[in-house]
């Protein structure tokens, strides 16, 4: 049988495990897949298409949001610098040389929909509008790890990022980053016999299906032109957003190869030149 079209004993014991995980988790089945530029209309370095195996694991339905991250900056051991070159900025406490971001607050964090004052983080308004279920902007790759630590000890899982080193233990059964192939791999919806360019299963897309090319659903008066989550249908897995909206993090570097990487989950894939 095709292994993208059943679910076995391990994936039931990822079930099982994670029977009571949060409802703003999906579960991803794992098994094989052709990642890469399938019909060659991407950038170079999304090519050559090669063949992996990915292990079933749970991804976030729709992109972290504004309030999701305001409680983390809220609760977590964060500090705030003023008037750094890129405004008001969130970092670690214990970060004491200011060298790892997680994101900028307004007022001179323009985009940012997440305030600061006296020590609390509040919700902006935009435009009249309620920005609580918005994704969040501006965020750094650290700001994303970190969230995913707190996240983990909140809800009693094991840490994956040690935030000194920055490295990921993947052993650790917490929050973390998707690899890119994992990305990817969710982000085709489960079609993978044929491929599809979008995961609502085509390989066209107009601006019924998601938020792109500066289409903005919102009406806002300058950009993001960023809509809410939830605003466009899901699709593949129940997944909201994998094609347009808010760029997102992955856990991997970034890389100008994309031919060397082993067939099962590959990982930290590390900065190349060309």
């Known amino acids: 049988a095709d292994p993208?079209?059943?679910?076995?004993?391990?994936?039931?014991?990822?079930?099982?495990?994670?029977?009571?995980?949060?409802?703003?988790?999906?579960?991803?089945p794992g098994g094989e897949c052709l990642i890469g530029d399938y019909y060659?209309?991407?950038?170079?370095?999304?090519?050559?298409?090669?063949?992996?195996?990915?292990?079933?694991?749970y991804l976030g339905k729709h992109e972290v949001t504004n309030q999701q991250y305001c409680d983390f900056l809220n609760d977590a051991e964060v500090k705030v610098v003023f008037g750094t070159e890129h405004g008001d900025v969130v970092y670690g406490l214990y970060d004491d040389s200011n060298s790892f971001p997680y994101t900028p607050v307004s007022p001179l964090g323009y985009d940012s929909m997440i305030a600061y004052?006296?020590?609390?983080?509040?919700?902006?308004?935009?435009?009249?509008?309620?920005?609580?279920?918005?994704?969040?902007?501006?965020?750094?790759?650290?700001?994303?790890?970190?969230?995913?630590?707190?996240?983990?000890?909140?809800?009693?899982?094991?840490?994956?990022y040690d935030l000194t080193t920055w490295e990921c233990d993947f052993s650790k059964n917490g929050y973390r980053l998707p690899t890119e192939h994992e990305w990817e791999y969710a982000a085709r919806g489960g079609y993978h016999d044929p491929y599809y360019e979008y995961p609502w299963g085509s390989n066209a897309i107009d601006y019924s299906k998601a938020n792109y090319d500066l289409s903005n659903p919102r009406g806002w008066s300058a950009?993001?032109?960023?809509?809410?989550?939830?605003?466009?249908?899901?699709?593949?897995?129940?997944?909201?957003d994998m094609a347009g909206n808010a760029w997102e993090w992955c856990n991997d570097w970034y890389s100008y190869r994309y031919d060397d990487v082993p067939y099962d989950n590959p990982t930290c894939l590390l900065y190349t030149s060309p």
């Open 4 to 28: 993208n079209d059943r679910i076995d004993f391990d994936d039931y014991a990822l079930l099982a495990a994670h029977w009571l995980t949060s409802s703003d988790l999906v579960f991803i």
């Open 40 to 57: 060659g209309t991407g950038w170079g370095e999304e090519q050559p298409v090669h063949l992996v195996y990915i292990s079933s694991f």
């Open 117 to 160: 004052n006296e020590g609390v983080f509040t919700l902006r308004t935009r435009e009249g509008q309620d920005m609580a279920d918005f994704p969040i902007v501006e965020v750094s790759w650290y700001g994303a790890a970190a969230y995913c630590n707190w996240r983990s000890v909140r809800e009693g899982y094991e840490p994956c």
């Open 223 to 240: 950009a993001p032109y960023i809509n809410k989550a939830g605003d466009f249908p899901a699709y593949g897995y129940g997944l909201y």
